[in-house]
């Protein structure tokens, strides 16, 4: 009888833990090829097994420019999204009613149903020298002739990242600030504290780490989206994605896995930075408790 439910004991262990063994190996078993064929040797249209550091100096060589760019696209993306996703996420937690909260974040939600392809595409007649923003810019006389700068450019890439992915910030935040305290907000408010003040000081600390779960994607995404450099970026326009991609058509696959392994590395190293200063523990406790 002890046997029997010995051997039940460790089934029902094998069962449950199964599925975390399978996502572990398909998540971190195509990390470590990336990590072992950077290190390879490209050898006529595929590659071969080596020891060599060539597509890493060829990346920091040739292409560190672009790497730079593509991490400083990403940065900027990302601060843009927290500074214009925190006042949307306040206006939807403590100002808005139920059906107005409903109304602006399905406004937000409704273009994910959307191609995001078609999503960028749009932009192109939105920011052109004869689109919608320096048509209207022209109308009102604020400019004398069409803006060039605003479609296939750097800032155009950022604009179509922005729209593309702010909404997760803005998700993100209101969902921490759902879960806050509102007990000391009000002690706040009663202590006699300004708006403003508040925000900074009770607001502002306690939704930060839900703000960054989002900031952090917006990030990784807007570094790793191949799609907004080809179609906004025009032919300077670089991207980690888009560069990634590149690479794997010219079947140069060992740089391809070098850019993969430093940028990966990269944004890892800095979230491990960023979790030594904000904790998101805080967050997901408020979550256990909501439950």
Known sequence: MAASSSRLRRLEYAIYRAPIVAILLGFYLPLLSLVVFSFWERSGLWMEPAITLASYEQLFSTNAGQL???FQTGIAT???????????????TFVSSDLQRMVILSIFAVPFFVSPFVRILLLVPILGADGVVNGALLAVGLIQEPLRFLLFTNLSVLIGALVSFMPFVIFTGWLSMEMMDLELKQAAEDLGAKPLTTIRTVVGPLALPGLLVGVLFVIAAAMGESIFPRVLGGTNAVSIGLMTQRSFSQLNVPFAAAVAVVSVSTYVSALAVIMRYVSLDEL???FQEED
Do not use: D, N
Not at 80 to 92: E, Q
């Open 68 to 70: 730079v760019q593509s």
């Open 78 to 92: 990302g601060l843009l999204a927290l500074v214009l996703a925190f006042p949307v996420a306040y206006l939807v």
């Open 284 to 286: 997901f406790t408020a």
